[in-house]
T-cell receptor
Framework: NAGVMQNPRHLVRRRGQEARLRCSPM?????VYWYRQLPEEGLKFMVY????????ESGMPKERFSAEFPKEGPSILRIQQVVRGDSAAYFC????????????????FGDGTRLSIL | DAKTTQPNSMESNEEEPVHLPCNHS???????IHWYRQLPSQGPEYVIH???SNVNNRMASLAIAEDRKSSTLILHRATLRDAAVYYC???????????????FGQGTILTVHP
């Protein structure tokens, strides 16, 4: 059984470029979450998506960051005009349930994309 | 959200049991207690969760105090592969607008000695 797949594992961008991070959830999971881990810091929630809908984006920076989870294909976290402070590990997680069962459902994480900004 | 408090670090020897404590004195009656761990250079990994009763699975056991103000994650025989940061997280089953997210604290860094 394939787990949560993230690609690329490592991504290098120059300041001002765009970064696109992809996440394929576990089979059968329709709920996706993105987290960011800055160097020497803890994991911080960014955004929660269900197919074609953003459920909670309370952790997303207001500018340059966007996320989508289309009906077909992986979830994408997009960072426009990257800056050095965007260097971090970005983790995606997925789960089965929605609101009625979320607290009793684990989230399954990928191994992350490590973004480096030159 | 109710907060959790964990020791910054703990050490163990290989093949010995490890008891990782977590205090959550402001826990509400609707909070589940979840544990995750993060091995070096990997994403977090679900370990176990419970509400009121003690729980066992193939990875670990979770012992929950009767008043639910604290809990302990038990690794019965630590291996070198168990060296990781362990996170104790509360999840409110009533939700609210942020029902999906996990709120990670600093966790406990577990070092396992050969």
């Amino acid at each position: 059984n394939a787990g949560v797949m993230q690609n690329p594992r490592h991504l290098v961008r120059r300041r001002g470029q765009e970064a696109r991070l992809r996440c394929s959830p576990m089979k059968g999971h329709s709920h996706v979450y993105w987290y960011r881990q800055l160097p020497e810091e803890g994991l911080k929630f960014m955004v929660y998506l269900q197919k074609e809908n953003i459920i909670d984006e309370s952790g997303m920076p207001k500018e340059r960051f966007s996320a989508e989870f289309p009906k077909e294909g992986p979830s994408i976290l997009r960072i426009q005009q990257v800056v050095r402070g965007d260097s971090a590990a970005y983790f995606c997680a997925s789960s089965l349930g929605g609101r009625s069962s979320f607290s009793n459902q684990p989230q399954h994480f990928g191994d992350g994309t490590r973004l480096s900004i030159l | 959200d109710a907060k959790t408090t964990q020791p910054n670090s703990m050490e163990s020897n290989e093949e010995e049991p490890v008891h990782l404590p977590c205090n959550h004195s402001t826990i509400s009656g609707t909070d589940y207690i979840h544990w995750y761990r993060q091995l070096p250079s990997q994403g977090p990994e679900y370990v176990i969760h419970g509400l009121t009763s003690n729980v066992n699975n193939r990875m670990a056991s979770l012992a929950i105090a009767e008043d639910r103000k604290s809990s302990t994650l038990i690794l019965h025989r630590a291996t070198l592969r168990d060296a990781a940061v362990y996170y104790c997280i509360l999840r409110d089953r009533t939700g609210g607008t942020s029902y999906g997210k996990l709120t990670f604290g600093q966790g406990t860094i577990l070092t396992v000695h050969p």
